[in-house]
């Protein structure tokens, strides 16, 4: 099959070549998918697009008149498609459900590392020789009592990363998960409880229609002034204006992401010469408090290879007519 690969990034196209075993025709661009770069698929039957293309509904209808058929995510995350319209059109779709939660739960872990232990600031002064240890304070994890929303593939590693350390582990989850209760004693409560008694929050859960802003200004006040909110999940999960509002008043000690509300045509590409259009990133940027890394908690070889997998699994499962597993959407297709 003829396979387009928006979004391709140099670091992982090793890894989609070596897994490209069924020799598909594939082209890669680093164009992300969107209303203007949709022509590029012109004569391919199947496309892959990343977390930061736009697979909105008018750009699935190009893609369905210029003849594409298959659109296989590189991701687990598929709120950037219009799953919908893409069954009502009759697109086959699927995703990457699962690839190495572990790279993403460590770099969680990083995260809130790095900001507890002041590791960025004392780099940045270590390097123009000043080795004093004002500011560097930090604080033990261990006994410290950490909430984790969701507790799915990549929320159960972080508990047991967070239980490793010594940690209380609280959590919410719509499915509670009862081996995590027994190996590691996870209390569940209600996302208002472990906000109000966590102090370190770790979101994980999707972007969906709920959840979208579901940590509003009221779920941020809830927390603890101490409290560190760590977001490797999606940026839009968390309300950006209330968020500022609560880090410029110093209501919570700081927020480490890895995501935010607006990635598409800022993250993934160098704007050091001509900077940044977003208001609300270059605010967050500037704060003390916060840390920040450009959507990169997938970015291991392992994580590489098992998207590279599963997404010719998905092209080859298509080809050869067997069920998909990761096909979505099936809710909306019409008998
Ligand atoms: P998962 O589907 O295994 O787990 C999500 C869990 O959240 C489920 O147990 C679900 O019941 C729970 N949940 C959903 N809404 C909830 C709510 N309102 N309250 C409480 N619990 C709720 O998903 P997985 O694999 O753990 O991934 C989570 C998210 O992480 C993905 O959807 C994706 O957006 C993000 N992600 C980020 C990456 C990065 O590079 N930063 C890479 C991979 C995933």
């Given at each position: 099959?003829?396979?387009?690969?928006?979004?391709?990034?140099?670091?992982?196209?090793?890894?989609?070549?070596?897994?490209?075993?069924?020799?598909?025709?594939?082209?890669?661009?680093?164009?992300?998918?969107?209303?203007?770069?949709?022509?590029?698929?012109?004569?391919?039957?199947?496309?892959?697009?990343?977390?930061?293309?736009?697979?909105?509904?008018?750009?699935?209808?190009?893609?369905?008149?210029?003849?594409?058929?298959?659109?296989?995510?590189?991701?687990?995350?598929?709120?950037?498609?219009?799953?919908?319209?893409?069954?009502?059109?009759?697109?086959?779709?699927?995703?990457?459900?699962?690839?190495?939660?572990?790279?993403?739960?460590?770099?969680?872990?990083?995260?809130?590392?790095?900001?507890?232990?002041?590791?960025?600031?004392?780099?940045?002064?270590?390097?123009?020789?000043?080795?004093?240890?004002?500011?560097?304070?930090?604080?033990?994890?261990?006994?410290?009592?950490?909430?984790?929303?969701?507790?799915?593939?990549?929320?159960?590693?972080?508990?047991?990363?967070?239980?490793?350390?010594?940690?209380?582990?609280?959590?919410?989850?719509?499915?509670?998960?009862?081996?995590?209760?027994?190996l590691c004693g996870v209390t569940y409560g209600t996302m208002d409880q472990v906000l109000k008694k966590s102090d370190v929050v770790s979101l994980h859960i999707p972007l969906t229609y709920d959840n979208y802003y579901l940590i509003d200004r009221k779920k941020l006040a809830l927390m603890k002034p101490r409290a560190i909110l760590i977001n490797t999940a999606r940026g839009a999960i968390v309300d950006t204006r209330a968020l500022i509002d609560t880090l410029q008043k110093k209501e919570i000690a700081g927020y480490c992401t890895d995501v935010i509300e607006k990635e598409k045509g800022t993250f993934f590409k160098d704007h050091s010469n001509e900077g940044i259009e977003n208001q609300q990133l270059k605010i967050l940027l500037a704060l003390p408090n916060v840390l920040l890394t450009p959507h990169q908690a997938y970015m291991t070889p392992e994580a590489l290879s098992g998207i590279a997998a599963t997404t010719f699994k998905n092209i080859d499962d298509w080809v050869s007519g067997t069920v998909c597993k990761n096909e979505l959407g099936s809710e909306w297709v019409l008998s």
């Amino acid at each position: 099959m003829k396979v387009l690969i928006y979004s391709a990034k140099e670091y992982e196209i090793p890894f989609l070549d070596n897994a490209n075993k069924s020799g598909h025709k594939v082209t890669y661009t680093e164009d992300a998918l969107d209303t203007d770069t949709a022509i590029q698929a012109m004569g391919y039957k199947a496309v892959s697009i990343f977390s930061g293309d736009d697979a909105s509904s008018i750009v699935l209808e190009k893609l369905w008149n210029l003849g594409v058929r298959y659109i296989t995510l590189r991701s687990a995350g598929h709120n950037n498609i219009r799953i919908k319209t893409a069954k009502y059109l009759g697109f086959q779709v699927a995703n990457v459900p699962e690839y190495s939660p572990h790279a993403i739960a460590e770099h969680a872990t990083a995260l809130l590392l790095a900001f507890n232990r002041k590791i960025v600031l004392a780099h940045s002064q270590v390097i123009r020789y000043n080795f004093s240890q004002k500011g560097l304070m930090g604080s033990n994890l261990h006994g410290k009592t950490v909430g984790i929303i969701g507790t799915g593939k990549i929320g159960s590693i972080m508990v047991k990363i967070m239980h490793g350390f010594g940690c209380k582990v609280l959590a919410c989850d719509l499915k509670p998960d009862a081996d995590l209760v027994e190996l590691c004693g996870v209390t569940y409560g209600t996302m208002d409880q472990v906000l109000k008694k966590s102090d370190v929050v770790s979101l994980h859960i999707p972007l969906t229609y709920d959840n979208y802003y579901l940590i509003d200004r009221k779920k941020l006040a809830l927390m603890k002034p101490r409290a560190i909110l760590i977001n490797t999940a999606r940026g839009a999960i968390v309300d950006t204006r209330a968020l500022i509002d609560t880090l410029q008043k110093k209501e919570i000690a700081g927020y480490c992401t890895d995501v935010i509300e607006k990635e598409k045509g800022t993250f993934f590409k160098d704007h050091s010469n001509e900077g940044i259009e977003n208001q609300q990133l270059k605010i967050l940027l500037a704060l003390p408090n916060v840390l920040l890394t450009p959507h990169q908690a997938y970015m291991t070889p392992e994580a590489l290879s098992g998207i590279a997998a599963t997404t010719f699994k998905n092209i080859d499962d298509w080809v050869s007519g067997t069920v998909c597993k990761n096909e979505l959407g099936s809710e909306w297709v019409l008998s």
